[in-house]
């Protein structure tokens, strides 16, 4: 299955989504120094790499959300993983946006504790990484964005053809 947003033939979506799990990971870095240490630096860190992923999963969630809409047919399985994995990056993105919401005011002075940032900031990650987990399985389970070569092509219509008539000796037995 073609992704629905190219360049050139290769789909966007994966192109962008290294920059906020990049950021959103440097955030919780950031965060967890700025709590061992306080140093302002670390801080302002945290709230530059929030500010950047969630532009980025902004930016990365537009063609994302082509491929699932109009790229992945309906009632299909990577339809619904395909779902699934949206809806952890939207999560991730939401506590992020919030944690940024409570931190971006304290670029000039400092927070008055970092424990809520480290929470929202490891919740966030660990719907990314969840989220990523399922991008995964969208790719290699069901080969989205992904093109196929002819003999790659041929080998998936037998290989598909050879789940149907398994499901229909089944229904029978």
Not at 149 to 160: A, N, S, W, Y
Request: glycine share 14%; hydrophobic share 50%.
């Amino acid at each position: 299955m073609y992704s629905k947003v190219t360049i050139a033939g290769h789909p966007i979506h994966p192109m962008l989504i290294g920059y906020p799990v990049a950021c959103y990971t440097g955030t919780l870095v950031g965060f967890a120094v700025y709590a061992a240490n306080g140093n302002q630096f670390w801080l302002n860190l945290a709230i530059a790499l929030n500010v950047v992923g969630v532009g980025g999963a902004l930016l990365a969630a537009l063609p994302g959300f082509a491929d699932w809409a109009f790229g992945i047919p309906r009632g299909s399985a990577a339809k619904t993983v395909g779902l699934a994995h949206a809806g952890l990056n939207v999560a991730a993105l939401a506590l992020f946006a919030i944690n940024l919401g409570t931190y971006a005011s304290h670029w000039n002075g400092p927070a008055t504790g970092a424990t809520r940032g480290l929470a929202l900031a490891a919740a966030g990650l660990a719907c990314t990484l969840g989220a990523g987990f399922l991008g995964w399985m969208l790719v290699q389970n069901y080969h989205i964005g992904i093109r196929l070569t002819p003999t790659q092509e041929r080998d998936e219509l037998t290989v598909q053809h050879t789940k149907v008539i398994g499901l229909h000796r089944n229904r029978a037995a």
